[in-house]
């Protein structure tokens, strides 16, 4: 099992990409799988994201408690950064 923290930093890189390419079918079931993954493995009831100028604060409702982490934008948008700019590496298939 991975930590919370890192299920969230994985969930929220991926699913930042799936809301900008609702018809990139991987990356809408990569971040379904991270969200199963939050729910199942780790109790979470609510994930709520807020961005900021710098950084995402994430807050997530767990039955036992609330947790909140920070991420810097950059370190978020990795992903969706190397997608926007070279669009032609990241086909999106059937």
Same mark, same amino acid.
């Given at each position: 099992?991975?930590?919370?923290?890192?299920?969230?930093?994985?969930?929220?890189?991926?699913?930042?990409?799936?809301?900008?390419?609702?018809?990139?079918?991987?990356? /809408? @079931? *990569?971040?379904?799988?991270?969200?199963?993954?939050?729910? @199942?493995?780790?109790?979470? *009831?609510?994930?709520?994201?807020?961005?900021?100028?710098?950084?995402?604060? /994430?807050?997530? %409702?767990?039955?036992? @408690?609330?947790?909140?982490?920070?991420?810097?934008?950059?370190?978020? @948008?990795?992903?969706?950064? %190397?997608?926007?700019?070279?669009?032609?590496?990241? *086909?999106?298939?059937?």
């Amino acid at each position: 099992m991975k930590s919370l923290q890192d299920v969230v930093y994985n969930w929220l890189s991926i699913q930042l990409v799936a809301d900008a390419r609702p018809d990139d079918q991987a990356a /809408v @079931e *990569t971040a379904a799988f991270f969200k199963q993954m939050l729910e @199942e493995e780790h109790n979470v *009831t609510s994930i709520h994201v807020d961005k900021r100028e710098d950084m995402y604060s /994430v807050r997530v %409702q767990k039955k036992e @408690e609330d947790r909140s982490f920070r991420f810097p934008v950059e370190l978020i @948008e990795c992903i969706y950064d %190397q997608i926007h700019q070279e669009p032609q590496k990241f *086909t999106m298939y059937p």
